[in-house]
């Protein structure tokens, strides 16, 4: 055996988590927009399959092409139960039970408040962005937090920066939301303080997964 096959497999940092994710939103976009397209085909699932390239794979590969897409689902499960549906107990205690988690809740009660007594807010444009983008965060932090995160502290960095992105979103759509009128100041502050609680525990949980990166493998070149 040579020196090469004896060594360990490489170990992913965040930025080929990063393309790896990005990677899939482009596929998961093309799949909607095909299904859409070819919604009402007789031949729609031969014709979907042929442009996702899902037929190259063999037989032999079902199981593990299953495996993995079980895993990239995972994070679509945890956005679809944003909206008040548990988990399965137990899988997410870990997150549950951190200070970051029930920030998101608090945030995204205070945003279900918010829409419940102005309606019309549900029709508009940037609280529609305010409300998904902090809904996204959460389930972007879920998806880094839960289980064991120290296994593969590259997906766990570029899960945090997605959840960062969401974040930063949401404060840019409450701004926009002020200048238009449509939140009051103190409305503002409030949303401001929870995100910048939400944000600045990202950075600080970034930094530490970071130092354990380089405590590890080493600096990045």
């Avoid at 596929?27 to 037929?55: A, C, V």
């Avoid at 205690?93 to 988690?101: C, G, N, V």
């Amino acid at each position: 055996m040579s020196d090469d096959d004896s060594e360990m497999p490489d170990v992913w940092d965040e930025y080929q988590w990063e393309r790896f994710l990005q990677q899939q939103d482009k596929n998961t976009e093309k799949y909607f927009g095909l299904l859409e397209q070819y919604l009402d085909h007789p031949d729609r699932d031969q014709i979907i399959s042929r442009e996702m390239g899902w037929e190259a794979f063999d037989a032999d590969e079902d199981d593990e092409w299953v495996d993995a897409s079980e895993g990239l689902c995972e994070e679509e499960l945890l956005t679809s139960n944003a909206g008040g549906v548990d988990p399965e107990e137990g899988e997410f205690d870990q997150f549950a039970k951190s200070p970051i988690y029930r920030d998101t809740i608090k945030l995204h009660a205070w945003i279900n408040s918010w829409f419940e007594r102005d309606e019309s807010l549900k029709e508009h444009p940037e609280a529609i962005r305010l409300a998904t983008q902090s809904a996204v965060c959460g389930a972007k932090l879920a998806a880094a937090l839960c289980g064991d995160d120290s296994a593969e502290l590259g997906m766990t960095i570029a899960y945090l920066k997605r959840g960062l992105k969401a974040s930063n979103n949401a404060l840019d759509a409450g701004l926009k939301l002020v200048a238009e009128g449509r939140m009051t100041a103190r409305q503002h502050r409030f949303l401001q303080r929870q995100l910048f609680k939400v944000r600045n525990r990202i950075v600080d949980l970034m930094s530490e997964y970071r130092s354990e990166w380089h405590r590890r493998y080493g600096k990045l070149d």
